[in-house]
């Protein structure tokens, strides 16, 4: 089972802010916080992960609370191309093939 | 385009009939996963190799599927006798591993239909 909780989906203005948020209560210290996202019939494509810092690059900003319970990817303008599956994924820091998806949040980005 | 490549994209076959499919990683890449995606689901992990050694595999890898990787590059999975409930995207990831904490990056799928 996945170790995240993510809403089901989220709808976005073009042009605005996507702030998605995942839920991790139990992770541990040595999980990092992974983010992938899918469009449509296509593999699921990586956008960032943090382990306890905030990290931010060309596509996002991956926000962790100090706790580490949870966490908000921040597309900071979105666009209609950013309309997908994304999903939150708690991992081994050392053991990348425990990778287990959720069903993800479906973000619709509209005009 | 990550770079990992998958072979054929689409498959349709009829039940019963065997099926084999490809993934070639990005290169100089050590680990190659496969993962299986139903409808509405997550991808789900389906076995792993690290160079040619297959390392793990999940319980949803029944003895009618079998994956190869028998030069360390490519990697072949092949569904014997399919069944209906075999339909789904079969996704293949790709990383380079040196103390097991790299990021895994995903090929475009093959979508298999059993009729």
């Known amino acids: 089972d996945a170790k995240t909780t993510q809403p089901p989906s989220m709808d976005c203005a073009e042009g605005r802010a996507a702030n998605l948020p995942c839920n991790h209560s139990?992770?541990?210290?040595?999980?990092?916080v992974y983010w992938y996202r899918q469009i449509h019939s296509q593999g699921p494509q990586y956008i960032i992960h943090?382990?306890?810092n905030n990290e931010t690059n060309e596509m996002a900003s991956l926000i962790i609370t100090e706790d580490r319970k949870s966490s908000t990817l921040i597309l900071p303008h979105a666009t209609l191309r950013d309309t997908a599956v994304y999903y939150c994924?708690?991992?081994?820091?050392?053991?990348?093939?425990?990778?287990?998806f959720g069903a993800g949040t479906r973000l619709t980005v509209k005009p | 385009d990550t770079g990992v490549s998958q072979d054929p994209r689409h498959k349709i076959t009829k039940r019963g009939q065997n099926v084999t499919f490809r993934c070639d990683p990005i290169?100089?890449?050590?680990?190659l996963y496969w993962y299986r995606q139903t409808l509405g689901q997550g991808p789900e992990f389906l076995t792993y190799?690290?160079?040619?050694?297959?390392?793990?595999k999940s319980r949803l890898l029944s003895d009618r599927f079998s994956a190869e990787r028998p030069k360390g590059s490519f990697s072949t999975l092949e569904i014997q006798r399919t069944e209906q409930g075999d339909s789904a995207m079969y996704l293949c990831?790709?990383?380079?591993?040196?103390?097991?904490?790299?990021?895994?990056?995903f090929g475009p799928g093959t979508r298999l239909l059993v009729l």
């Open positions: 990831a790709s990383s380079l591993d040196l103390s097991g904490g790299e990021t895994q990056y």
């Open positions: 139990t992770i541990s210290g040595n999980e990092y």
């Open positions: 943090g382990l306890k």
């Open positions: 994924i708690v991992r081994p820091k050392y053991n990348n093939n425990d990778m287990r």
């Open positions: 290169s100089e890449h050590n680990r």
């Open positions: 190799f690290q160079n040619e050694a297959q390392l793990e």
